[in-house]
């Protein structure tokens, strides 16, 4: 497989580094970039972080700050660091098992699992799959349970026309 970092992405770096006081991050750099991520993706916001991991732990702090200690539902096959980080801000995951055609949480047992404790519903769309169903987006709208996705595998896949990554309450990528 060939590199895909191009001679310009380098020479754009190289001059970046010679600045006088090169800005890495929070730059004008990054804020343009998440102003083009934002409408490419057709959300209102991006804010970026140094890792998709960092991502995970803002989102599930900022999680619990609006709704408090709970229980998360999480797919039994997805990133440590998702899990790592709903441990991290002290709240329990709750395992679902995966619908095995898109290697996502099983949308019905996502549902059978909710109980007045569940606090967000953390989906990892796998390996360019939807894990999104119309059914799922309706009950949990129903029940005022916000949607986090993952989506750092599957950039640019869609659902209903839409991009995933902008169901949710909040959608975590990584351009690693």
Known sequence: MKNNISREDCEA????????????TQSANVRAFEREWSSWLGVKYSVFVNSGS???????AALKELY???EVLVPAITWVSDIASVLHCGMQPVFVDIDPRTLAMDNEQVLEKITPRTRAVFLTHVLGYNGLSRRLLDELDHCGIPLIEDVCESHGATFAGRKLGSFGLASNFSFY
């Not at 960092?54 to 599930?60: D, F, I, P, W």
Request: proline fraction near 5%.
């Open 13 to 24: 770096v190289i001059e970046l580094l010679r600045q006088e006081d090169p800005i890495l």
């Open 68 to 70: 408090g200690s709970g």
């Open 54 to 60: 960092s991502a995970n732990l803002l989102t599930m």
